[in-house]
């Protein structure tokens, strides 16, 4: 299991929220471009960074700054947070980035994801945020009546191969994954899951893994120091080594 760990940006500043709600905004780090350098200094080899400003106004508003990040890092981004058109899918790939996020496109233009995966497979993930059972879109600030594991096999249908799903009611709370949904969705759909919401621990990730997902989002236990990601990093090499993760 990879490990991903987070930076959320609003007005270019590292900040992390609670359970989506942007009124809760605080900033964790100085600098995004050093936090990134850190987390390579650590271990992780992604990093998965959201443009918050660009989830509310549907288009890219933090875009130099991960162009910064990817080129001063090293690290291969996923990224996500307004990413609403095929031109700004384009201008993210085709300058390096390795992997771009689909969320509310994914429920209110579902045609586009057919047509990003057929131009660019296995590059395009789709985030999953669901609320008291439900997808969540628009930023986390709309509650839709899809059920998750419904909008997972209609994406695995038009050939979406990653998968992020997020338990927005743990986001930021430290209060552990939804090992439930995300089992589910592991033996529902053929995409690789990667785990999103309330990890907290060593044990956590130890949890993730046993479940052979693909990977895990850390965020705020980074920063709030009840995560090691270096140790975390080593702890899913152990796992890999010995068998029990894919």
């Keep these: 299991m990879i490990l991903l760990p987070a930076i959320d940006l609003i007005d270019g500043e590292c900040v992390r929220l609670i359970q989506g709600d942007y009124n809760t905004a605080r900033r964790v780090a100085e600098d995004a471009v050093e936090t990134a350098r850190s987390f390579r200094e650590a271990g992780a080899q992604w ?17 130099k700054l991960m162009m ?15 990413i609403r058109d095929m031109e700004t899918i384009r201008a993210y790939l085709e300058n ?12 209110s233009h579902p045609e586009l994801v057919v ?33 998750p594991l419904n909008l997972a096999r209609r994406m695995e249908r038009v050939g979406v191969k990653y998968l992020i799903f997020t338990d ?15 089992k589910q969705l592991q033996n529902g759909v053929s995409c690789r899951i990667i785990a999103s919401g309330g990890i907290s621990s060593l044990k956590d990730i130890s949890d993730l893994a046993g479940l052979n997902l693909y990977g895990a989002i850390c965020g705020k236990s980074i920063y709030a120091g009840t995560l090691d990601l270096k140790d975390a990093v080593t702890l899913c090499g152990q796992m890999e080594r010995e068998g029990s993760t894919v």
């Design 47 to 63: 990093l998965h960074v959201v443009d918050l400003n660009g989830a509310k106004a549907a288009k890219p508003v933090n875009a």
């Design 168 to 182: 927005i009611s743990r986001d930021g709370t430290l209060s552990g994954p939804n090992l439930s949904m995300l």
């Design 96 to 107: 390096g980035i390795s992997r771009v996020i689909l969320g509310t496109a994914a429920v």
């Design 115 to 147: 047509s990003a995966v057929k131009r660019y497979g296995e590059r395009i993930a789709v985030g999953i945020d669901a609320r008291d059972g439900m997808v969540a879109q628009n930023g986390w600030t709309e509650t839709s009546s899809i059920d």
């Design 68 to 82: 910064r990040i990817l080129k001063e890092t090293g690290l291969w981004l996923e990224v996500g947070g307004g």
